[in-house]
């Protein structure tokens, strides 16, 4: 397992650059009105759903995203004795965009909010190091795709 004085300065920049684009990224949906309620006075959460029914069409995998899929992030579950991974359910019908998406939300809740241990996670650092990397890579082209612009890179 990997302790945090354990951790080396460049996988610390890549973790910082991982959430700071990934919140850059929810930001521009929000700025986008992708939302998942357009009641005026509700909550203001981005809809990634929004964004990949919007998109789909026009999709077509990229190497990045073909590397995420092969590395199939897997999401912590409830287990006895111990809490364990599996794959998230991607439904059968689903497009290659919603799939991908399904994917990044994944590697963001692992880093998140997931198990640090394990060999799948912080206890193999270049298989972290790949879904984070390649993750960033994604959503750069996720926004491109998007038109996101400013909103997502601050230069307007």
Partial sequence: MMRGDEIDREFRAIVFDFFYWFSRFEFALKERRYLKSHVVGRKAEPSWKEFWEAHEGAYKLTPAAKALIAAKPERQIVGEPDHDFEEPPIPEDASDLQALTIYVRT????????????LSYWSDPPRTRLLLT?????L???AR???FGGDYDLYY
């Avoid at 590697?107 to 394990?118: C, P, Q, Y």
């Fill in 107 to 118: 590697v963001r809740n692992n880093l998140f909010h997931g198990g640090k241990h394990g």
């Fill in 134 to 138: 390649t993750t960033i890579t994604i």
């Fill in 145 to 147: 795709l998007g038109g």
């Fill in 140 to 142: 750069d082209e996720l």
